[in-house]
């Protein structure tokens, strides 16, 4: 269903009102990230993700572990696909909020290639 919602346009009355639950439901970010090198697009990543972490630690105090997610990027800039290779985080929306912003992402161009977003979370960081 996120697939299918997320692909239409936003004027899309049937969609609209769906995609709004769903991004704030996940914490997709309305605006995609960006940034002038892979690094500042990863580091943009990591700090939402980091956000919605502490607000999920609320629900599941000891929540920890670490997740990687293979992000393979087009010479456009564009995200191609997005992947978890490693998880061991056990949070739904954590997971869905890592990868739908890694996929939503925006790189600078000609920095395609497949990379390796690696993210460790444990309380107190």
């Known amino acids: 269903l996120a697939d ?24 997709i ?28 630690l609320e629900k599941r105090p000891g929540m920890k572990g670490s997740m990687v997610v293979k992000v393979t990027v087009a010479e456009d800039g564009s995200v191609t696909q997005a992947t978890v290779a490693k998880n061991s985080l056990g949070d739904p929306v954590l997971d869905i909020c890592a990868l739908w912003n890694l996929r939503r992402s925006i790189f600078p161009s000609g920095f395609g290639a497949t990379y390796d977003f690696e993210l460790l979370l444990k309380p107190g960081d």
Do not use: M
């Not at 919602?5 to 995609?19: C, F, N, Y």
């Not at 605006?31 to 502490?54: C, L």
């Open 4 to 27: 299918k919602v997320l692909k239409r346009t936003p004027g899309d009355p049937s969609a609209s009102g769906i995609r709004k639950r769903l991004f704030e439901r996940f914490h």
């Open 29 to 56: 970010l309305t605006d995609r990230i960006s940034g002038k090198s892979p690094e500042k697009v990863f580091a943009r990543n990591r700090y939402q993700i980091a956000k919605v972490y502490k607000l999920r």
